[in-house]
């Protein structure tokens, strides 16, 4: 899946569904991270609610990278990036930079 940038970021990246169930994200364009911030990456399928599945910091490259094991099944997975204040976060509360939809 083609990762768009949302509200103004300039990110920019993929995502992939692996058939062993993992999902690879590799980000470009991104702020660097300081002090405890993160991008929290959240999965939200066609049964529910977001679920954090991982966080990333990024460095002056712009790059963010993760590899989610065990993605659950559904038709198409909508996964999107907010940038938090540290990985304690259980909702998202940062600004939304990215999305992409992985459809099976």
Known sequence: AVMSA???SKAGGIAA???TGHVILKLYGL???KNDQV???WLTTDKGGPTKVGSFTVDDSGIGYLEVDN?????SLLLYVSR???DKVT???GPIIISGVVSL
């Open 6 to 8: 949302i509200g103004g």
């Open 17 to 19: 569904l692996l058939p």
């Open 31 to 33: 702020t660097p991270t």
């Open 39 to 41: 991008y929290m990456v």
């Open 71 to 75: 993605v659950p099944t559904s038709p």
């Open 84 to 86: 938090e204040s540290n």
């Open 91 to 93: 909702q998202p509360t």
